[in-house]
């Protein structure tokens, strides 16, 4: 499964003129899926968030996507750190974004008390959906408006993950943000990049 991902992802990556940025639920899931990327032929330059970054380092990674521009680099991080969420990729400095897997938040004991809670005040099923499904998406959110940053920019979002498609996922996503099923992620970017020319 991790290498299918990585496979999908560099095509991903071969396809899309410019930088693309894949963000992972966590680093666990971000490492054993960059082994099947490297194994792929990826052809641009991987740059790995790791857990110690601060600030500093997240503007050496801005620096180091705008001289990629023109190539194209990978940047790969985690869904709620700091690239994914706060940073301000301007100019259409990322022309994709993926975002592999569901950050759905593990079974704790904090977890479960605020399902109960949540359960309590709103009744049934709205435990989960407060407690879960609404903090995941929001994660998921943010890291799909990194590349949209004005009116001119576009950019390719892609959820890597057959649960969006799941009517409990679906249905707490904002009404304004479309999305279907594609068996061809490379060519689905390639068609919407060549639709983008022509349309400038």
């Given at each position: 499964?991790?290498?299918?991902?990585?496979?999908?992802?560099?095509?991903?990556?071969?396809?899309?003129?410019?930088?693309?940025?894949?963000?992972?639920?966590?680093?666990?899931?971000?490492?054993?899926?960059?082994?099947?990327?490297?194994?792929?032929?990826?052809?641009?330059?991987?740059?790995?968030?790791?857990?110690?970054?601060?600030?500093?380092?997240?503007?050496?990674?801005?620096?180091?996507?705008?001289?990629?521009?023109?190539?194209?680099?990978l940047?790969?991080?985690?869904?709620?750190?700091?690239?994914?969420?706060?940073?301000?990729?301007?100019?259409?400095?990322?022309?994709?974004?993926?975002?592999?897997?569901?950050?759905?938040?593990?079974?704790?004991?904090?977890?479960?008390?605020?399902?109960?809670?949540?359960?309590?005040k709103?009744?049934?099923?709205?435990?989960?959906?407060?407690?879960?499904?609404?903090?995941?998406?929001?994660?998921?959110?943010?890291?799909?408006?990194?590349p949209?940053?004005?009116?001119?920019?576009?950019?390719?979002?892609?959820?890597?993950?057959?649960?969006?498609?799941?009517?409990?996922?679906?249905?707490?996503?904002?009404?304004?943000?479309?999305?279907?099923?594609?068996?061809?992620?490379?060519?689905e970017?390639?068609?919407?990049?060549?639709?983008?020319?022509?349309?400038?």
């Amino acid at each position: 499964m991790y290498r299918r991902i990585g496979e999908e992802l560099a095509r991903l990556a071969a396809a899309v003129p410019g930088n693309v940025a894949a963000f992972f639920p966590s680093y666990d899931l971000l490492e054993r899926v960059l082994a099947g990327v490297r194994w792929s032929s990826v052809p641009k330059e991987v740059l790995v968030e790791r857990r110690t970054w601060g600030k500093a380092e997240r503007d050496l990674a801005l620096r180091w996507l705008g001289e990629h521009q023109a190539t194209g680099g990978l940047l790969v991080g985690v869904l709620g750190g700091g690239l994914s969420e706060g940073v301000d990729y301007r100019d259409n400095l990322l022309r994709a974004v993926c975002i592999v897997g569901l950050p759905l938040s593990p079974p704790t004991l904090e977890v479960a008390a605020l399902k109960e809670y949540y359960a309590q005040k709103f009744g049934g099923e709205k435990g989960y959906e407060y407690a879960v499904v609404y903090p995941a998406l929001n994660k998921v959110l943010q890291a799909a408006g990194r590349p949209i940053r004005g009116e001119t920019d576009r950019a390719v979002i892609v959820l890597m993950d057959g649960r969006y498609l799941d009517a409990r996922y679906a249905a707490a996503m904002p009404s304004d943000f479309h999305y279907r099923a594609t068996g061809d992620l490379a060519r689905e970017a390639i068609a919407f990049f060549g639709s983008a020319a022509a349309a400038t």
